[in-house]
């Protein structure tokens, strides 16, 4: 049950987060001129075999538009199955909970912004029927080191770049996309995706939109195609919102 409440705790976080996202009582019109200081996010990810969501801010003292020192609160929660090879081939569903947070800096030169974050990260997997075989199962404490790039080649076009490790299980992830833009609102483009852990891969090759901007929130999705380690295919989809405030 202590898995169950985390999981709880994270999905409400998010919702929060959302809520705060879509009802911020100051976020930063278009056009205003006044600081930046806090990014709030949350997200969305599902396909055939789980689905997640997510919520967390960062926070710049001196501001996103120059370098500096960054902090990075994030939850999440959700619901995966799998096969086990311990158990002749058992589906186990398993519950995840995460928590992390990461101190980071911000670096910027012209059209290219790098955001770096390390710090220490709680995970609790609860599986139902439990598998012995899996590394990720129970409570586990450890550290979790990430980057996201953003570069503009030109002023229409972009290239993305993420990835996370974690000292738990081998947990990995990674994804690049490219971007052209397009009716003068929003990139849209290619993008190649691969996540890892516990000797669990998949591996996703999709179109997102990113950067698609209403009056107070700036939104992302993507949809494409994933496999598995397991050989197991599936459609993915995934939506993110985020806003910022002055």
Not at 42 to 66: A, C, H, K, M, T
Not at 193 to 222: C, D, N, W
Request: hydrophobic residues 40%.
């Amino acid at each position: 049950m202590g898995l169950a409440r985390h999981a709880r705790a994270a999905s409400l976080f998010a919702a929060m987060v959302f809520f705060c996202v879509m009802r911020g009582t100051e976020p930063a019109a278009a056009g205003d001129d006044g600081e930046q200081h806090l990014i709030i996010f949350s997200g969305r990810d599902l396909w055939r075999n789980g689905i997640f969501l997510y919520g967390g801010l960062i926070v710049s003292p001196g501001g996103f538009e120059q370098p500096g020192f960054l902090l990075k609160l994030l939850s999440s929660g959700g619901l995966y199955r799998y096969k086990a090879g311990d158990l002749d081939g058992t589906t186990v569903v398993g519950l995840e909970g995460k928590a992390h947070i990461a101190p980071g800096w911000l670096v910027r030169y012209g059209r290219f912004e790098s955001k770096f974050f390390f710090g220490p990260e709680l995970q609790d997997h609860r599986l139902w029927p439990n598998d012995p075989g899996n590394r990720l199962r129970g409570r586990s404490f450890g550290l979790r080191m990430a980057v996201d790039l953003w570069a503009e080649p030109t002023r229409e076009t972009m290239l993305a770049a993420d990835a996370s490790l974690s000292s738990i299980g081998g947990d990995f992830s990674a994804r690049i996309g490219a971007g052209w833009h397009l009716l003068g609102h929003f990139y849209a483009g290619p993008e190649l995706q691969i996540y890892a852990a516990g000797g669990y891969r998949q591996f996703r090759l999709g179109v997102h939109v990113t950067s698609l901007k209403t009056e107070t929130v700036e939104l992302s999705a993507a949809v494409g195609w994933s496999t598995d380690s397991e050989a197991r295919a599936s459609p993915y989809a995934r939506l993110g919102l985020m806003q910022h405030f002055n």
